[in-house]
């Protein structure tokens, strides 16, 4: 159940939504990235400050990852969140299974700059040189509620200092659908800050900013409106 701010709902009811999508009838590319990315929901979330994301949608999207690349050694990645703020991470090839947990240090996305540090506390995990691919598997699993499906063809660059690992996800953020697409004027990528994530029962909570106008918000809830109304006549 999302709380949603006093007078919201009555503001949203006063909008002339016509007037609004006459407006941005001509944001085509931006408008479709929008749609395949973001529910009112979603929206609605990010712009309240805190976007919850359950493990098994976490799970699902590295699940998809995984059947894309059959040919690496990872058949099998999970994530669990704990109250504590623990995240665990366990793997398995065909012969191991391997377990990292730790916490998220960082994870930040402000403009151009965007990168997790994940600061580990105890593993099982031999050194056979799957760290990269398998933390790019996470981080982009995390943020693909944010903007979108991301592809790569290879592992995302990698840092590790002591028992802190940084994964720059940058470049791929800014080479993605949702980071070449503008509206407005306005880059989405740049339209979305991300200042941190906590672990928590069931799922991983981001804290987020929407750094638009008033009106920029009004239009996006009219195209996230009829998004969700394509999709519920689909159902039907």
């Not at 009811?13 to 929008?34: H, M, T």
């Not at 400050?49 to 976490?58: A, I, N, Q, R």
């Not at 398995?92 to 391997?98: A, G």
Request: glycine share 8%; net charge neutral.
């Amino acid at each position: 159940m999302i709380d949603l701010p006093a007078g919201w709902l009555e503001k949203i009811q006063n909008i002339d939504w016509a007037e609004i999508k006459e407006k941005v009838q001509d944001y085509g590319p931006a408008l479709k990235v929008l749609r395949e990315t973001w529910s009112r929901e979603t929206l609605a979330e990010i712009s309240q400050g805190k976007l919850f994301v359950p493990d098994e949608v976490l799970n699902e999207a590295i699940e998809r990852r995984l059947a894309a690349d059959p040919g690496q050694q990872l058949k099998k990645l999970t994530l669990k969140s704990y109250k504590n703020g623990r995240l665990e991470i366990r793997g398995e090839t065909e012969k191991e299974r391997l377990t990292l947990k730790g916490k998220i240090k960082e994870f930040v996305h402000r403009g151009d700059e965007s990168y997790v540090v994940y600061h580990v506390t105890s593993k099982s995990w031999p050194g056979h040189g799957l760290n990269s691919w398998l933390f790019s598997l996470v981080s982009l699993s995390m943020v693909e509620r944010m903007v979108g499906d991301i592809q790569i063809s290879e592992a995302l660059p990698l840092e590790i200092k002591h028992n802190d690992v940084r994964i720059d996800c940058s470049q791929v953020l800014a080479n993605s659908k949702f980071g070449q697409t503008e509206y407005q004027g306005q880059r989405l990528l740049n339209m979305l800050e991300i200042k941190g994530a906590t672990p928590k029962e069931g799922g991983i909570e981001f804290e987020t900013d929407l750094h638009v106008s008033d009106k920029v918000k009004e239009g996006l809830r009219a195209v996230l409106q009829g998004r969700d109304k394509d999709r519920d006549a689909s159902v039907r």
